[in-house]
Nanobody
């Protein structure tokens, strides 16, 4: 059973930084991809960034140049460094892990709130 636990959210002023962590219960190298999604009130969940097993990344245009995804395989943890935060970055951020076999399985963390004040 895969568990993903996020941490690191909070309240920050515009222009500030936060680092989110996502700790997996198993080896993150076993996942085909991992990533971060976010969901703001009244909006659909959207991809922030994903990283494949091979290290390729896919960032949403809105966060390019400000957010950076990284991972520590030894700690089974994925990070999201968020700099130059804007009020529109306010959302619940969810960690995602993908396993692809005969079917695709998506695993989700419980989410962590990020609030950026203006």
């Amino acid at each position: 059973h895969v568990q993903l636990v996020e941490s690191g959210g909070g309240l920050v002023q515009a222009g500030g930084s936060l680092r989110l962590s996502c700790a997996a219960s198993g080896s993150i190298f076993s996942f085909n991809a991992m990533g971060w999604y976010r969901q703001a009130p009244g909006k659909q969940r959207e991809l922030v960034v994903a990283i494949t097993q091979g290290g390729s990344t896919n960032y949403a245009d809105s966060v390019k140049g400000r957010f950076t995804i990284s991972r520590d395989n030894a700690k089974n943890t994925v990070y999201l460094q968020m700099n130059s935060l804007k009020p529109e970055d306010t959302a619940v951020y969810y960690c995602n892990a993908v396993l692809v076999g005969l079917v695709r399985y998506d695993y989700w963390g419980q989410g962590t709130q990020v609030t950026v004040s203006s």
